[in-house]
């Protein structure tokens, strides 16, 4: 139980945004990097600002440059052109340990993130690193295991662990630091169904608390439509950003950017094929009251004149 309380113009198609009303907690400023050793570019003038409580999803096919968007802001690598700022600072070699104080990053696969014995050491390793005393890492270690359900899993080896309960361990540490910015590199892509509904759900109410700015990249439709804002990057520019329902209607964007459908508009779109239209929803709920609107209205093709 989890318990929570400037862009190309040229190739931007601006679909409506998220409440500008916070402060940029992240702003790209012409990024451009290049490969190492090559000189081909990962990422081409790239700009995009990130207000604080936002949550950001980043997506686009493979080598679209979006995770190496957000290993930049990280400080994991270096910009070749353009400025990074995080919270109106320059994020250069003098400022990034500073500023990774206000990061936490969960990548995809958390075996990768471990360093303890048993979850709890797992969580306490990056206190210790930061000088806390054993009484506030006790305190944090049992704060935030409850807030994600993991208690009983405290003295758990990772290894005896399911792919899910892994990723919560590893969130739970990085919630630890207590970072206002989190960065999701794919951190549910190597869940099953029920994990990745799961930890969809945590990431959502995480984003609820208005506590952190969140930016995550991803391939799944059904993450994307819980964000507050979609960005579309290709050929390492901002392709679209917008609304995330309005983008995922648009079957040209998502071809150009490999994404398949949310599961409710592909059903909407099937529909239509077979002379049944109900609109075009990404949304679940909403697909579903359109349908029951279309049967209580008329009866499919085919079905004949009444609803028994």
């Known amino acids: 139980m989890i318990n929570f309380t400037n862009l190309d113009r040229q190739n931007l198609r601006q679909y409506g945004r998220a409440d500008e009303a916070g402060e940029p907690a992240i702003e790209c400023r012409s990024v451009s990097c290049r490969r190492p050793g090559s000189t081909v570019r990962t990422l081409n003038g790239l700009s ?47 400022s990034i340990p500073r500023i990774r104080g206000k990061i936490g990053m969960l990548f995809s696969e958390p075996d990768d993130q471990f360093v303890g014995l048993t979850v709890a050491d797992d969580i306490a390793f ?45 969130m739970a540490a990085v919630l630890a630091m207590e970072p206002s910015i989190l960065l999701l590199d794919e951190a549910g892509s190597m869940l099953d169904d029920r994990a990745r509904t799961h930890f969809r759900a945590i990431v959502n109410r995480l984003r609820s608390t208005g506590t952190y700015t969140i930016v995550s990249v991803t391939h799944d439709a059904e993450e994307m439509l819980l964000a507050d804002r979609l960005v579309l990057v290709s050929e390492g520019r901002v392709l679209a950003e917008g609304e995330p329902e309005r983008l995922l209607a648009d079957e040209h964007l998502l071809a150009k950017c490999r994404i398949s459908p949310p599961f409710a508009l592909a059903f909407c779109r099937e529909l239509a094929r077979h002379g049944w239209p109900i609109g075009l929803h990404a949304d679940e709920r909403k697909a579903v009251d359109a349908l029951w609107a279309s049967l209580l209205s008329k009866s499919p093709p085919g079905f004949g004149t009444e609803i028994g």
């Open 126 to 170: 990056g206190l210790e690193n930061i000088g806390l005393s054993r009484e506030e890492m006790e305190a944090r270690i049992s704060r935030y295991a409850e807030l994600l359900g993991i208690g009983h899993l405290l003295d758990r080896h990772p290894a005896a662990m399911s792919g899910g309960q892994k990723q919560l361990a590893a």
């Open 48 to 94: 995009l600002t990130v207000r604080r409580g936002e949550w950001v999803c980043l997506a686009g096919r493979n080598g679209s440059g979006k995770s190496t968007l957000i290993r930049l802001i990280a400080g994991l690598l270096n910009a070749d052109e353009g400025e990074i700022r995080i919270d109106g600072e320059p994020l250069d070699p003098r």
